[in-house]
Each structure stands twice: as structure tokens, then as C-alpha cells.
């Protein structure tokens, strides 16, 4: 399906944007890197330890959807398209496999009903002429709408997450046997939506979803609620990869909380977020206390807040006097046209990131300057 | 030698023999020759017989040669004759000696037979003076027994004399006390008190008695004495003195006295908590100064006169009770203050502060007059101080809670009609009574300076260090209260829970504007006045160090309110977005917009939102004021007039193109990027009724973007989506009152609900828009229906 005519006319493509981006910033330049079509969601291929890579679906309802695997050319200055594969439909959401850098999982939807998958990107991929995505499994067992899949980020195993609208899915995988089977599920109860969810790095046993009106922590043992942050309007949570029992939150309207799970009533820390919605916010794999977010203001926002046990006491302060305070927020990309909903950490380089904004346009940063400031 | 001497004779010539003789006797009897002549010259050596060194052989030779024989048979005769001399001159030494001899043995002879009498006649005295010793000792100790018995008389009687001293007693008492001549009597009777203790019981019993009546008479006296105020303080002191002789318990007189003093100082507080509460009640401004000053001036002032007479008269009694006065005076004194501070708590004028310090300033100097041991200025100074500091800082407070009242006045009259103007009402209200309000405070804490009372004077650099920091910290809390009365801080703490309690929710809302247009106010305005005005009236002061200079830095505050006056319309931005919000989540969230009927009329969630918006409205113009509109349009962005116009050309173009589905397809995205879309969506927003009114839209138009894609849309649905737009499109319009406003309102409404459209049909199968013309109508139907309902 995909011409190889189509493949050069992309990385063209993909030169005249660095160029662009590189005059627009002055010296210091994101690289950047175009879809063809809409697209929310990218995600770092961790398991990838030779390149920092990504992987990013496209969103479009009417035209074919494509999954684009792109890396950082040796030199750092170009995203190089590795792969583009066809997707059957178009992607709501897509995350990496963390010890596999071929697998993949992905939810989609043909515009009335929805699935999950994880594919397989083929071994010889680069010499086929239009390589074809295998899928290991389906995550078919659910009914209304999917929200994720969700990997465990610290390493090997066999146990994958999916959630949608109203339930929580624990499946296992078997990749040799190419399948997948559901091993429990939990229903989230009456009225409580489900919109997303993270799996908390340190502990292998404990998931945070997100819904209308609260967090809930799961654990996976029982899959019986184990604590909840009571807190409206949660679009997005992420775990603190270095610190245990943090988790930063992602709310529309009231900006980015930092909590304390064990301290659910009161967050620890306050960030401003964005103009519109703060849509999602991820933890820095490497440094402490940087956190990246992203809005549909079409900024992506860099901020340095930790949250260890002795900022609590500076926190407090923050609430008196904000004034006195050292600024949180280190920058803010404004070099958007349109949303921003995808942003991943790499994992190899830690100070990059990769940010999707809807108009399928992928840049990449490094945050490297900032990083000296601290 | 002879005729040497014969020529020393020649000129003596009477009593040469005795001449003679004595020389031979001091020869004889001085045999030590050193004194002789000295050794003769060769014819002397001839002459000189007597020497030791006469060599006769010599001299002979020497004479013979010399002498012619006439000469010798003349030295033949001399010598001769010399010789004789000589001879008898011998003779008679020989005899004198001997008759010497003779008398010294006499003399010998006769003592010895004296000294053989004596020893008797000594022994013989010595008798005589023994029997004269034994006389006289006889003689006195026949004597001694008179003696004694004379001394024993002599004794008796002065002991007599005492007896009667004491019979006499009671009688002289008595007399003493007609004549009242009681420093007599007492010095009598303590005379007399060591008999009454030796025999007081057995011999002088009655005595005893009477006299002791007669004492009790006397203590009687000197305590009415001591406790009449009539008498003269001396008197009274002497009473006292007295007292204290007799061994009369002085102490408890002294606590007595000491209570009485007290209670006369209950009096006195008694009276000023009168007088503070006639104050109190007086509660006519132009009364209440005069009042306070009128009042003391008859009563307080006598009563404490009264008071400090009493220390006087109190101190000359008992010298040694300094201590226990100066205790009193400084509870007095702190009473005082006291009940200052009691009044502070329940707000009073600084008129009537004055007028209560004035009062307790007066009574301090009086009592220092009488009492300066006390220390009572600077006692009172430091009592002062404390009240001063309180009086500031209540005043504070109660300009704190003015203003937050004036603020929550909007929640008393929750009615419709008032509701109109309630915010616009409550903004007047808060910002007259900030501004009035600190310039009150102001005013009044100029009373405290340039009061001459001596208090005050002394205290004036701490006053003006109070003030300043007063305000200081009372913009920062009139700051934290903003945020607090706006929700936006987390009610963590009880009081704020009861604050929050008492707002509803509409009111917050609006009040959050209003708060912010109020911290504008207050930097703008409100701050540099009052800085000018402390600047005018209470610089100096500096009695403390303050590392960062000034206490109170009007730049701080200002930069304090700038960012609240921000973060509170931001609040305010955020708060009525978030209502739409919530919103436009049930409206996408409920239908299954995949299987959406064909639109027949717009969805009543328009209606909301349109109600929502004209609520902000509503608010916006009570509060902010009106931009300019030429500014906004050019400073914004030159490019927008065209792009607007373009739009709306465009517009016009796809509805007339949107049959053809791809064409409409290209429009579509080349639309999008024309407009790109962040360029204009989140300026900096200012506080004009514009700016934030589209501010708020622009969020809301774009959270509307925003849910739609995340939707997917059927044809119907798509066209539910325009219709709805299509009518807040319509009636955006109609809204816009200004004709300069059009292209600066299409430019922002217009795009973004354009790119609803352009989100709605990105996420849609099949998006074919409406005919125009039933969209029109649609449109009509529900105009019609809205206008019908507002009548």
C-alpha cells in the first residue's frame, strides 16, 4: 500500500521542517517531523536501547491510518521515518512495549466501535515494500469505549492493562503463542466513567485510573480499590518514574497537581498548567522533578518541581507568598499550530522529548539547556 | 730651770712659794711627761735640770767653758741656795701629806662609830609605819557597814520614787489623754512596761489594769486619729509612730489602710468603666470626644486626685510601704489600660482612644507627683505601648472586615432586580471602603501623632512603625482574604471554611471579578495614596531596624495586588469556563452522536450556554471598565481585519460549496491553516469589559473544539454541531453593540466557532452541511422562540 514514491516524498518533507524549526528558534532548534494526517497519540520505544526512537499513529476517520516509527539520526538533527506501517483504523492510542521494541499495542476505532490490539512490527521490515503489521493479539473483550492500554514501564511482563469506559482489563500475554487472555476484570462501579490510568512503576501490583470525579488506586492482586484521590476533571496521571508515591495529575481547567498517594486529600504541590486544558503530563524518567505537560493551549510546558519529602515544607510556602517563589515553569514550546495531546520522555536520552501536536506534526526537544539551569 | 723659773716668778712675785708648790706637786702627781717643754735648745739643755735627758757631765763641761770663775762662784751660790729650797719644800710636802693622812683616818675612825646606831632606828620606823596600817584598816571597816547601808537607801528610794511614777500612771495617762498630749502618755507607758511585765501580775495589778485602760483609750484615739482623713498627715503620722511604740500590729493597720486605699481605687475604676460606657453609648461622632473630655474633668479627675492625696498622706505613714504602693499604682494603672484594650476590642474613635489615654496620662502624672518611685510614666509607657500596638492593629482588623463585609453585601440582596448591579455595587462599596477606610485609619493614627500628650509623644517612632507595618500586614491579609473570598485558595483552615460557607456559588463567582478589579484598584490607586500619605505624615519613625528599609514598601504591595488582581481574573476566567465546561461534557457526553437524528432545532444546551455567557456579560460591564476599541483592533494584530474578512467569504463560500464534499474538504484545511489556530487564541488579557467577555468565549469556543474531536460524528450530527454554532453565531452578532466592535468581534468569535465547525466535520463520516436556507430558518425559529420567552 504504501508507494515507495511516498516514503522519499515524507522524508523530504521531514528535512524541510527541521530547517524550518531550526531558523524559527534561533540557534537552538526542535527537530520536526510531519504525519500525514491528524494524530494524538506517541510513545517512546524504551526497549529500543541502540536509538532513541518513537512510535506514533495517525487519527484520521476517512483515510487510511499509518503507524510511523521514527528515530533520531546519529547526528541529532533529523527524525528519520524507520518505518510506516498501514493501521487499520484510526489510532485513539498507542504504547510501546517496554522489552520488546517490535511490539506495540494500539487502540482504535472506526468512528462507532472501538479495539485494542498489539502488533508486531515484521523482522525485515526495511526491505519489504510494504511491510504489513502482524497482530499477536486482540483485547476483545470489551464493549463500550477504550480508553488505553497500559504496559508496566519497569521491565519484563507478561501482564498488560486495558481500560475503557467502564472497566478494568488484566490480561496476559503470551507473545510466542501470539495470545492474549483476559485473567481478571473489574467493573469501575456505577457513574464513575473511566478515562485513562497508570501503572505505577515501583510497584508492579498497583494501577491509577482516572475518572470524572476521582483517581482510584487499584491493586491487581484483588483488583478491589485500595485509595482514591477525590478530584474532579483528571484527564491525565502519570507516576513519578524516580520517586515512590508520587503521582502527577493532569486536570482541565485547574493546571497540574502534584500528589502524595498516601496523602490523597491534599496535593502536594500546585502547578499553574496551561491557558486551555492541560492535557497530559509526564514524569522525566532520569531527573527528579522534571515534569513535562502538555495543553490544548498548543504549548508543551517545562516544569522543575520536585516533590521529594523536603519541598513539602516549601510548598506551603508556595501558597503564602507565590511571589518569592522561583518560577516552576523552566519554558514553554510555543512552537504549535494546533493542540498538543502526544508527549513521551525518551527513555535512552532522558533530556529529549517528543510532542505531537494534532496537525501531526511530531517535534522533538532537548531539554538540555534548562537542565544546566537547575 | 731655776733661773727660768726665777724670771717667770720676777713677774709674780707674791706667792711664789705657793707657785712653786703647786708645781711640784702637779710634777709629782703627773708623772706623764709628754706634757714637758720641748727638748731644750743647746743652752736650755744646759739649763733644763729637771728633764730627763740632763746630762750633768754635760752641763758642767758646758758651764765650765763658759763661765769665768766670777760666774761660777756665783751659780755655786744659786745652786746652793736652790738646793736649800728645795730641801724645805720637800719638808713641808712631806708634812702636808701626813696631816692629811691623819684627818682621812679621823674621818674614817668617826664614821665608823655612826653607822653602828642606824639599823635600830631603822627598825624602829618600820614599827611605826605597820601600827599606822592597822589603824587605818581598822578604821574603815568600821565604816563599811554605814556606807552600805546608806547606798541600800539610797536605792530604795529611787526605787520608791518609781513606784510611785507607776501608782501615778493611769491618773497622768488620763491626764494626757484630756490634753491629747499622747506622744507623753505613750513614752510614759512604755517607761513603765518593763515593771508592768516584771510585776504586772502580782503587785501593780491594778495599776496595770487602770493604766492599760487608759492605753487601749489612747490606741483607740491614735487609729481614729490615724484613719481620719480630716486630721493633718502629720498628725496622722505621728499617730502612727505611736502606734508602732506601743507594739500596736502597725501592719495590719497598714493593709487596712492599704485596702481602703484599694478600695478607693475600685472606686475609681468603677467610675471610668462608668464613664467609658457612656462613651461607649455616645455613639454620635461629633459627641463622643467632647463627652470623654467633659466627663473625667468633674468626676474621674477629682476621685483620682483623691487617690494620689491618699498615696501621699499613705506614703508619709508608713515611709517603708513604697512597694506595695507602686503595686498599686501600676494596677491601677494597668486596670487602666485594660479597659482601653476592652474598648479597642469593640471598636472606638481614635477621639475616644485619645480621650482614654489623655485620662489615664493625667491620673499617671498625678500619681508620679506623689509617688515617683513608681516609675509610672515609664511604666505606663510600656503599658501603653501595648495598648497603642493593639488599638493599631484592631484597627486594622476592622478595616479588614469593612471591606470584606462591603464585599459580601452582594449575597444580602439576592434578589433579581438587585442582582443587576449587585456586583457593580459591592466593587463601589469595597473600593470606598478600602480607599476611605485607609485614609480614616490614616487620619486617626495622625490624631495619635500629633496629640502632645505626653505618652504619645514618647511613642510616636514606635506609632509610626505600627502604622506602617499595620498596613503592611494589612494589605498582605486583605490579600490572602481575596483570594480566600474567591475560592480560589484551598479552605484548609476553619475560619475560611466559615467564610466560604457563607457565599453561595453564583455570588462567587462574580465575586472573583470584582476582586480582582478591587486588587487593581488597590495597586492603582489605592496604595500610592496611602504610601503618599504615609510618606506626608508618618515618616521617620526607624526606632527599629528593618533590613529591607521602609517598613511599609508600597512597591510590595502593588506587585502583591498585581498578581492577585491577575490570578483572581484568571480565577474569575477560569471559573465561568469551567461552567461551561461542565456544560458542554453532559451535552457530548449523553447522545450517541454517531446515530444522531437529523436536526430539527437547535439543542437547548445553546440556551445555557448563551445564558452563561450573558451572565459574564452582565458581570463584566458592572465591573471592568470599557476598552478601547481602535487600540485592541490594531494593536492585536494588523493581519486580523483581513483574515476576518477573508472568513467570512469564506464562510459564505462553503455554505454555498458544501454539497460538494471534497471541495468543502479542501477548504477545510486550507481554512485551518490560514488561521493558524494558537496565534491569537491566549493573549494577554486585560481588564476591559472586551478583552476578558472574548477571553472567556475563546476558551469556551475552544473547549467546545476540543470535545468535538473527541467525538465522531454521523451527518446529523455534524449538522447539529453547525446549527448550534450557526446560532450562536447569530446571536453573538446581535450582541455586539459597538460598530467598531464588528471586525474585532468577528475576527475572534467567528474564527474560533468556525473551527468548531472545521473540528465537527473532521471527526464526521459524511460531513455535508445544512442548506443554508434551513439552517436560516432553524436559526429564525429559535430566535423567535428565545425573544418570545425573554417577553
Given amino acids: 500500500m504504501v508507494s515507495f514514491h511516498r516514503f522519499v516524498s515524507i522524508k523530504k518533507k521531514v528535512k524541510s521542517w527541521s530547517s524550518g524549526a531550526a531558523t524559527m528558534q534561533g540557534g537552538y532548534s526542535g527537530i520536526g517531523y510531519g504525519l500525514k494526517y491528524q494524530s494524538r497519540c506517541i510513545s517512546d520505544?524504551?526497549?529500543?536501547?541502540?536509538?532513541?526512537?518513537?512510535?506514533?499513529?495517525?487519527?484520521?476517520?476517512?483515510?487510511?491510518?499509518?503507524?510511523?516509527?521514527?528515530?533520531?539520526?546519529?547526528?541529532?538533527?533529523?527524525?528519520?521515518?524507520?518505518?510506516?506501517?498501514?493501521?487499520?483504523?484510526?489510532?485513539?492510542?498507542?504504547?510501546?512495549?517496554?522489552?520488546?521494541?517490535?511490539?506495540?499495542?494500539?487502540?482504535?476505532?472506526?468512528?462507532?466501535?472501538?479495539?485494542?490490539?498489539?502488533?508486531?512490527?515484521?523482522?525485515?521490515?526495511?526491505?519489504?515494500?510494504?511491510?504489513?503489521?502482524?497482530?499477536?493479539?486482540?483485547l476483545d473483550e470489551h464493549v463500550g469505549k477504550i480508553n488505553c492500554v497500559l504496559w508496566w514501564p519497569s521491565g519484563r511482563h507478561d501482564k498488560l492493562i486495558s481500560i475503557d469506559d467502564e472497566n478494568l482489563f488484566l490480561w496476559t500475554l503470551d507473545c510466542s503463542k501470539k495470545a492474549a487472555k483476559v485473567q481478571s476484570k473489574q467493573s469501575s462501579g456505577m457513574l464513575h466513567y473511566l478515562s485513562g490510568g497508570a501503572w505505577d512503576p515501583h510497584d508492579i501490583n498497583a494501577v491509577a485510573t482516572t475518572c470524572e470525579s476521582s483517581v482510584q488506586f487499584w491493586d491487581l492482586r484483588t483488583m478491589k480499590k485500595t485509595n482514591a484521590i477525590e478530584r474532579a476533571h483528571i484527564r491525565n496521571a502519570n507516576y513519578d518514574m524516580k520517586n515512590n508515591h508520587i503521582l502527577v495529575t493532569a486536570e482541565d481547567e485547574s493546571g497540574i497537581h502534584i500528589w502524595d498517594i498516601r496523602k490523597p486529600k491534599i496535593p502536594v504541590k500546585e502547578l499553574p498548567g496551561h491557558t486551555h486544558w492541560t492535557w497530559t503530563v509526564t514524569c522525566n524518567p532520569e531527573y527528579d522533578g522534571l515534569i513535562l505537560s502538555a495543553g490544548t493551549d498548543s504549548t508543551v510546558n517545562l516544569w522543575m518541581a520536585p516533590a521529594s519529602a523536603e519541598d513539602e515544607a516549601t510548598s506551603e510556602s508556595i501558597a503564602e507568598s507565590p511571589t518569592q517563589q522561583a518560577d516552576p515553569l523552566l519554558n514553554s514550546y510555543s512552537d504549535y499550530e494546533d493542540s498538543v495531546y502526544g508527549l513521551a520522555w525518551s527513555s535512552r536520552e532522558p533530556w529529549i522529548f517528543a510532542s505531537l501536536s494534532y496537525d501531526g506534526r511530531v517535534v522533538v526537544e532537548s531539554v538540555k539547556p534548562f537542565l544546566s539551569r537547575k | 730651770m731655776v733661773e727660768r723659773e726665777k724670771t717667770r716668778n720676777d713677774d709674780v712675785p707674791l706667792d711664789d712659794k705657793a707657785k712653786r708648790m703647786r708645781d711640784l706637786l702637779s710634777s709629782f702627781y703627773n708623772p706623764d711627761h709628754s706634757s714637758a717643754p720641748k727638748p731644750p735648745s743647746d743652752y736650755e739643755n744646759l739649763d733644763a735640770i729637771n728633764s730627763t735627758s740632763f746630762d750633768p757631765d754635760h752641763y758642767m763641761n758646758v758651764l765650765v767653758q763658759k763661765s769665768?770663775?766670777?760666774?761660777?762662784?756665783?751659780?755655786?751660790?744659786?745652786?746652793?741656795?736652790?738646793?736649800?729650797?728645795?730641801?724645805?719644800?720637800?719638808?713641808?710636802?712631806?708634812?702636808?701629806?701626813?696631816?692629811?693622812?691623819?684627818?682621812?683616818?679621823?674621818?674614817?675612825?668617826?664614821?665608823?662609830?655612826?653607822?653602828?646606831?642606824?639599823?635600830?632606828?631603822?627598825?624602829?620606823?618600820?614599827?611605826?609605819?605597820?601600827?599606822?596600817?592597822?589603824?587605818?584598816?581598822?578604821?574603815?571597816?568600821?565604816?563599811?557597814?554605814?556606807?552600805?547601808?546608806?547606798?541600800?537607801?539610797?536605792?530604795?528610794?529611787?526605787?520608791?520614787?518609781k513606784v510611785q511614777f507607776i501608782y501615778d500612771l493611769p491618773a497622768r495617762l488620763?491626764?494626757?489623754?484630756?490634753?491629747?498630749?499622747?506622744?507623753?502618755?505613750?513614752?510614759?507607758?512604755?517607761?513603765?512596761?518593763?515593771?508592768?511585765?516584771?510585776?504586772?501580775?502580782?503587785?501593780?495589778?491594778?495599776?496595770?489594769?487602770?493604766?492599760?485602760?487608759?492605753?487601749?483609750?489612747?490606741?483607740?484615739?491614735?487609729?481614729?486619729?490615724?484613719?481620719?482623713?480630716?486630721?493633718?498627715?502629720?498628725?496622722?503620722?505621728?499617730?502612727?509612730?505611736?502606734?508602732?511604740?506601743?507594739d500596736f500590729p502597725v501592719d495590719s493597720l497598714q493593709a487596712k489602710l492599704l485596702e481602703k486605699l484599694e478600695q478607693s481605687l475600685g472606686d475609681l475604676q468603677l467610675k471610668t468603666v462608668r464613664i467609658e460606657n457612656i462613651l461607649l453609648e455616645s455613639n454620635d461622632p461629633s459627641k463622643q470626644g467632647k463627652a470623654f473630655e467633659s466627663i473625667p474633668s468633674t468626676g474621674h479627675e477629682v476621685s483620682v486626685h483623691g487617690f494620689a492625696e491618699a498615696i501621699r498622706a499613705y506614703r508619709v505613714i508608713f515611709p517603708d510601704s513604697e512597694s506595695q504602693l507602686i503595686k498599686l499604682a501600676q494596677n491601677l494603672v494597668i486596670k487602666h489600660f485594660e479597659m482601653i484594650e476592652q474598648c479597642v476590642k469593640s471598636r472606638i474613635s481614635s477621639a475616644n482612644f485619645l480621650g482614654a489615654l489623655r485620662t489615664i496620662w493625667t491620673d499617671v502624672l498625678l500619681m508620679d507627683e506623689v509617688l515617683s518611685e513608681a516609675a509610672l510614666p515609664d511604666f505606663s509607657l510600656e503599658a501603653g505601648q501595648v495598648t497603642v500596638k493593639k488599638y493599631v492593629a484592631s484597627t486594622f482588623t476592622y478595616l479588614l472586615q469593612d471591606i470584606s463585609d462591603a464585599l459580601l453585601k452582594v449575597k444580602v440582596s439576592p434578589n433579581e432586580a438587585a442582582e443587576e448591579h449587585a456586583l457593580k455595587l459591592a466593587l463601589e462599596a469595597s473600593k470606598k471602603a478600602v480607599l476611605q477606610g485607609s485614609m480614616d485609619l490614616l487620619l486617626d493614627f495622625r490624631q495619635l501623632l500629633d496629640d502632645d500628650l505626653g505618652l504619645l509623644v514618647k511613642l510616636r517612632e514606635f506609632i509610626v512603625d505600627w502604622v506602617q507595618e499595620g498596613f503592611q500586614d494589612f494589605f498582605r491579609a486583605l490579600d490572602d482574604r481575596f483570594l480566600l473570598l474567591s475560592g480560589r485558595k484551598n479552605p484548609s483552615s476553619q475560619d475560611q471554611v466559615l467564610s466560604e460557607g457563607a457565599l453561595g456559588e453564583k455570588v462567587l463567582v462574580g465575586i472573583a471579578l470584582v476582586l480582582a478589579q478591587l486588587s487593581v484598584f488597590i495597586e492603582q490607586t489605592a496604595t500610592p495614596r496611602i504610601s503618599e500619605e504615609i510618606a506626608a505624615s508618618f515618616s521617620g519613625g526607624g526606632a527599629r531596624d528593618y533590613e529591607n528599609g521602609h517598613a511599609f514598601a508600597s512597591g510590595e504591595i502593588c506587585q502583591i495586588f498585581r498578581s492577585s488582581a491577575e490570578k483572581l481574573l484568571h480565577h474569575y476566567i477560569n471559573m465561568r469556563t469551567q461552567r461551561v465546561s461542565t456544560l458542554l461534557r453532559k451535552r457530548f457526553t449523553t447522545p450517541n452522536w454517531v446515530k444522531h437524528k437529523e436536526p430539527r432545532e437547535v439543542h437547548m444546551f445553546v440556551d445555557l450556554f448563551v445564558q452563561e455567557l450573558r451572565a459574564v456579560q452582565s458581570e463584566v460591564k458592572q465591573i471592568l471598565p470599557v476598552g478601547l476599541m481602535r487600540k485592541h483592533h490594531r494593536s492585536d494584530s494588523n493581519g486580523s481585519t483581513n483574515s476576518s474578512r477573508s472568513n467570512a467569504l469564506l464562510d459564505d463560500r462553503m455554505s454555498r460549496s458544501n454539497t460538494q464534499k471534497g471541495r468543502s474538504q479542501l477548504l477545510e484545511t486550507h481554512l485551518a491553516k490560514l488561521f493558524k489556530q494558537k496565534v491569537e487564541i491566549f493573549t494577554k488579557v486585560e481588564y476591559t469589559q472586551e478583552s476578558v467577555e472574548t477571553t472567556i468565549v475563546k476558551l469556551c469556543l475552544k473547549s467546545l473544539q476540543e470535545f468535538v474531536r473527541l467525538k465522531t460524528f454521523n451527518r446529523s450530527g455534524f449538522q447539529q454541531i453547525q446549527l448550534d454554532v450557526q446560532f450562536l453565531r447569530t446571536i453573538s452578532r446581535e450582541n455586539i453593540e459597538v460598530e467598531d466592535a464588528i471586525d474585532f468581534y468577528l475576527t475572534r468569535y467567528e474564527l474560533r466557532s468556525f473551527h468548531v465547525i472545521v473540528a465537527a466535520s473532521e471527526r464526521c463520516f459524511d460531513p455535508v452541511p445544512l442548506e443554508p436556507p434551513i439552517l436560516d430558518k432553524l436559526v429564525q425559529v429559535k430566535l423567535a422562540r428565545s425573544k418570545e420567552q425573554s417577553k
Fill in chain 1, 45 to 138: 520505544v524504551k526497549a529500543d536501547t541502540d536509538h532513541t526512537s518513537f512510535i506514533t499513529g495517525t487519527l484520521s476517520l476517512r483515510e487510511e491510518n499509518e503507524v510511523h516509527l521514527i528515530r533520531i539520526s546519529s547526528g541529532g538533527t533529523e527524525l528519520i521515518c524507520e518505518g510506516l506501517f498501514s493501521h487499520p483504523n484510526e489510532i485513539w492510542d498507542l504504547a510501546s512495549c517496554p522489552f520488546d521494541q517490535r511490539i506495540f499495542s494500539t487502540v482504535f476505532s472506526n468512528g462507532e466501535s472501538y479495539g485494542a490490539a498489539i502488533w508486531q512490527i515484521p523482522e525485515l521490515y526495511g526491505q519489504l515494500n510494504s511491510p504489513q503489521l502482524e497482530r499477536i493479539a486482540s
Fill in chain 2, 174 to 246: 488620763s491626764k494626757c489623754i484630756k490634753s491629747e498630749a499622747y506622744a507623753d502618755a505613750v513614752k510614759f507607758y512604755t517607761g513603765a512596761m518593763p515593771i508592768f511585765k516584771a510585776y504586772g501580775d502580782s503587785s501593780f495589778q491594778d495599776c496595770k489594769r487602770a493604766s492599760e485602760e487608759a492605753i487601749v483609750i489612747i490606741v483607740k484615739n491614735l487609729q481614729a486619729k490615724l484613719f481620719s482623713d480630716s486630721e493633718s498627715i502629720q498628725a496622722r503620722a505621728e499617730a502612727a509612730v505611736l502606734l508602732k511604740q506601743l
Fill in chain 2, 68 to 161: 769665768n770663775l766670777e760666774g761660777l762662784l756665783r751659780r755655786h751660790v744659786e745652786m746652793a741656795a736652790e738646793i736649800k729650797n728645795l730641801d724645805t719644800d720637800l719638808q713641808m710636802l712631806v708634812y702636808e701629806n701626813y696631816n692629811k693622812f691623819i684627818s682621812a683616818t679621823d674621818a674614817i675612825k668617826w664614821m665608823k662609830s655612826n653607822i653602828v646606831g642606824m639599823q635600830a632606828n631603822m627598825e624602829q620606823l618600820l614599827d611605826k609605819i605597820m601600827s599606822v596600817q592597822s589603824r587605818s584598816d581598822g578604821v574603815n571597816t568600821s565604816l563599811f557597814e554605814k556606807r552600805e547601808h546608806i547606798e541600800k537607801l539610797h536605792r530604795t528610794r529611787n526605787l520608791l520614787r
